[in-house]
């Protein structure tokens, strides 16, 4: 993507102070996903930062990771795979359960989504603490796929996200604030 991609779509994220709870910036995506052009170029951006690696399948998380996630995997001619909330997948899972700022959160997968032939992208929306994106990984690893590549539309670079994912791992985001 040039500058001026990066400069558009940066413009037309829009922030919602203190959702859902005071204090935090919320990032609302929905305002690219809705804008014809934006939608293309985050697609275009996204493949282009993909395309040649032999990707076979893209992980998306629950929930705002389904719709880059999909796009993705479709025009890269790879399959897609959800990492959802418990109980909502309905075949044999893992779990992986991880501390957040209150409390503590789960995830799972299929237990049968990907094989040790697998070159896979986890993608996700957005990357704040990292929290969620390491959980996803560590659950993605266990099934010891060839690659793993982890990616997000944006990041926020002043929350250090990156810094609790794995220093040996290709992270990709297209924008961040
Ligand atoms: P984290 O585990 O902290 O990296 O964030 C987990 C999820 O929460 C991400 O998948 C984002 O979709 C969402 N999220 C966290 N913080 C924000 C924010 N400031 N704006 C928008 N989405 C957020």
Do not use: W
């Not at 040039?2 to 102070?17: A, D, F, H, M, S």
């Not at 997000?152 to 670079?157: K, N, Y």
């Amino acid at each position: 993507m040039t500058q001026e991609q990066i400069t558009k779509l940066k413009g037309i994220v829009r922030n919602i102070p203190d959702f859902p709870v005071p204090g935090v910036q919320f990032k609302d995506l929905t305002t690219l996903f809705k804008d014809a052009e934006c939608l293309r170029l985050l697609e275009q951006g996204l493949v282009d930062l993909y395309q040649g690696k032999g990707i076979t399948k893209v992980i998306g998380i629950e929930s705002r990771g389904f719709i880059g996630g999909s796009m993705l995997a479709a025009r890269l001619g790879a399959g897609f795979v959800p990492v959802r909330k418990p109980g909502k997948l309905p075949a044999e899972t893992i779990q992986k359960s991880y501390a957040k700022e209150y409390g503590t959160d789960t995830i799972e997968i299929h237990k049968d989504a990907i094989t040790p032939d697998d070159v896979v992208i986890i993608h996700d929306d957005l990357l704040a603490t990292g929290g969620t994106m390491l959980a996803a990984y560590e659950l993605v690893k266990s099934m010891n796929p060839k690659k793993v590549y982890i990616n997000f539309i944006c990041g926020l670079t002043f929350l250090n996200g990156r810094d609790v994912l794995p220093q040996d791992v290709e992270v990709t985001t297209l924008f961040d604030f």
